[in-house]
């Protein structure tokens, strides 16, 4: 079994240019996380002594106790982890819904179809690099998430039978700026959230299919 994984928690923060794709002789779960064992590892003693000890697939996001997993990298790491717990209580209370992350190698195809959405709807391109995202439906609604390291998220609310409720979100974590791509177009409400402070929102309409 072979994964596209970069490094994961307590492992370098550096990419390994040598072990991709990661080769994995196990699979297991600790702490809500899976996580995998990996056969390969770096052959670089120069860059890291040993690149990855353990990936992780995917995170089961607890808004009781909040985790930076996953995040690390965001000079807000802290108040983007309360924006993820915030969403994640969200689904719970609202649609018994357990909101689950993976890394933004492992979900392509899901980023992938957000950035089109924003390119082709609004001529947007996020300048942050993805870190997570996630895609699920709870009832005849769609919905996708991409968290950035800037402390970006992105949502898009796209029900499935009536195209007049589509929606794109967007979602500042506290502490960071608004970013160059979105300061012109859009006005940003705020709210207050035990879990993230204060959050700063806006959204558009969805107009063609995806």
């Known amino acids: 079994m072979t994964l596209p994984l970069g490094p994961g928690p307590g492992s370098s923060t550096a990419a390994c ?10 699979v297991f779960r600790r702490n809500d996380v899976l996580w995998v064992k990996p056969t390969s590892v770096c052959s670089d003693a ?20 909040v985790s930076t997993v996953g995040l690390e990298s965001s000079p807000v790491a802290t108040a983007l982890a309360g924006l993820r717990a915030n969403e994640a209580r969200y689904f719970k209370n609202k649609y018994g819904h357990v909101f689950m992350v993976e890394p933004a190698s492992n ?16 001529d947007i391109v996020v300048s942050s690099r993805p870190l997570e995202a996630t895609a699920f ?9 991409v968290f950035y390291e800037s402390g970006l998220s992105i949502n898009v609310l796209y029900t499935v039978d009536d195209p007049k409720k589509r929606a794109v979100g967007f979602k500042l974590s506290e502490g960071m700026d608004v970013p160059e ?28 299919e995806y």
């Open 107 to 122: 979900a392509k195809t899901t980023i992938d179809w957000v950035h089109r959405i924003l390119k082709e709807e609004r």
């Open 137 to 145: 439906q709870v009832e005849n609604i769609r919905w996708t998430y």
């Open 17 to 26: 240019p040598v072990v991709r794709p990661l080769t994995v002789a196990g």
């Open 181 to 208: 791509e979105l300061a012109s177009r859009f006005k940003f409400a705020r709210q207050k959230s035990k879990l993230a402070g204060t959050i700063r929102g806006s959204f558009f309409v969805i107009k063609n």
């Open 46 to 65: 120069k860059v890291h002594t040993l690149c990855l000890r353990e990936g992780v697939i995917s995170y089961t996001v607890d808004f009781n106790t």
